[in-house]
């Protein structure tokens, strides 16, 4: 974990948060590492997706923070606990709102809508795919909100590099505010990638309009954006053979460590690797049975011998919070880089596998 990265994109979202009044979280599952969360002050909480998320948060960042939580999945006997424990709850569907929103108080409803307009090019992805689960379809509410709902919350896009889907779907949902104006919020959720878009200016303006027009506090909950770019995956060569011509490079890491390499076909940046021009190309293959435990295939000047580092970047979100034991190989040890160097700051062995799988 690159901890100058993280305080980078900590201060373009600083940036924005000063210049458009609106309030940040951390959207924690992206990777709920405690050093990650404990620098966290320069925004105004997390939002969170489940219970344990939820305590985490508390515990760590204390009671002045706002927690946001929003999922498919809430639990009756769960709920008393999380209706304590966070700020504002985001309602997915009208029946799990008149179900549960009555079982505690203290918190600021919200319903999470689905805007029904689908950016994402692959649908595994798309929260506005048809039979969707996440969220009110938006034309159930162009009645009326239920009573008691103060917020609403919309999140539809992953790794976005331009604010125009978030302008589209914005225009939208101000049909919703002009009609409803008991509403205190409206949380825009996640999904694009802030250090990477290099104008700000549509979403600092867009944001000013929400909040002056409809005197609401308007949120955003990136994950992606505060930790992607700021963790490396670092391995070595454990093999190298040729297979029906290609050179076949096993590492000691697999995608068990990265998941979303297989999961969505992902072929993660190399630090080593070579563009155009470089002759030769090799496999990066993992080091589990499953046959297709591959990152892809990466050119290189020269082929890098059994024994070598490299170094995968770019593997901060849902890396390692999706990392798996499977082959009983260990997870990844976590160094924190600081200004003085690495530090070691976990570490698990055979112990912790074992406890994983026997009661004793
Ligand atoms: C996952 C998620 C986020 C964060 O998404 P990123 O793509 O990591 O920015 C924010 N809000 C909700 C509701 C999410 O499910």
């Known amino acids: 974990m690159d901890a100058g990265r993280i305080e980078a994109n900590l201060q373009i979202l600083s940036a924005i948060r000063r210049a458009s009044g609106c309030r940040i979280l951390y959207s924690m599952k992206a990777l709920p590492l405690v050093p990650v969360l404990e620098c966290l002050f320069a925004l105004d909480g997390v939002s969170a997706s489940s219970l344990f998320e939820a305590r985490l948060a508390r515990q760590v960042l204390g009671e002045g923070a706002d927690i946001h939580l929003t999922t498919p999945g809430l639990r009756g006997h769960e709920f008393a606990e999380l209706g304590d424990l966070c700020s504002h709850i985001s309602f997915n569907s009208l029946p799990q709102f008149q179900n549960l929103n009555g079982l505690a108080n203290g918190y600021s409803k919200g319903l999470r809508v689905n805007p029904k307009l689908p950016f994402a090019a692959d649908r595994r992805y798309d929260p506005c795919r048809p039979h969707s689960k996440l969220g009110v379809d938006i034309s159930l509410l162009d009645k009326c909100l239920p009573a008691g709902v103060e917020g609403l919350h919309f999140h539809t896009m992953f790794s976005g590099l331009d604010f125009q889907p978030l302008l589209t779907v914005a225009a939208v949902m101000e ?156 997870l990844p040890d976590i160094y924190m880089l600081e200004a003085d160097g690495a530090h070691l700051y976990r570490q698990y062995g055979y112990e912790d596998y074992r406890r994983q799988w026997d009661k004793r």
């Open 175 to 330: 049909g919703l505010l002009r009609q409803s104006p008991q509403l205190k919020w409206l949380n825009m959720g996640g999904g694009y990638l802030y250090p990477q878009i290099a104008d700000a200016g549509p979403l600092i303006a867009l944001i000013g309009r929400l909040r002056g027009e409809f005197n609401i506090q308007v949120y955003l909950e990136p994950g992606k954006a505060l930790v992607g770019n700021a963790a490396y995956l670092l391995t070595t060569v454990l093999d190298r053979f040729d297979s029906d011509g290609k050179t076949v490079l096993v590492l000691d890491t697999s995608v068990n460590h990265h998941p979303e390499v297989f999961e969505y076909g992902l072929q993660p940046a190399l630090l080593e690797a070579d563009g155009e021009g470089a002759e030769q190309s090799a496999i990066l293959a993992g080091s589990s049975c499953m046959a297709g435990d591959v990152f892809g295939e990466y050119r290189f000047r020269r082929l890098p011998a059994v024994g070598e580092r490299l170094v995968f970047r770019d593997v901060g979100a849902y890396s390692l919070i999706k990392a798996s034991r499977f082959n009983g190989y260990n």
